[in-house]
């Protein structure tokens, strides 16, 4: 019993081993594959995300927050109670 379990073990292990090399096999690597990118040398950066960044303080003993805007230099949000 321990024999046929170890040699149906045997061959599933090696049916996986040779497969993985027939499977690429199809594949042709030959021709490189080109990609054309539309790319300017000098283009300005520009984030798409806003970049904001959090403020706290203390304000007669209130620990206070408020949102700036890096991105456009600004408050988003007023003093709000922590």
Do not use: N
């Not at 030959?30 to 990609?35: L, Q, S, T």
Request: glycine residues 4%; contains cysteine; charged residues 20%.
């Amino acid at each position: 019993m321990k024999k046929k379990l170890f040699l149906c073990l045997f061959a599933c292990i090696m049916a996986l081993t040779f497969a993985v090399p027939t499977m690429a096999a199809g594949a042709d690597f030959r021709e490189p594959v080109r990609v054309e990118q539309d790319v300017e040398p000098f283009a300005e950066i520009t984030p798409f995300a806003e970049v904001t960044q959090i403020v706290f303080r203390t304000y007669h003993g209130v620990l206070q927050w408020r949102v700036w805007s890096v991105t456009w230099g600004r408050w988003i949000t007023d003093w709000l109670i922590f």
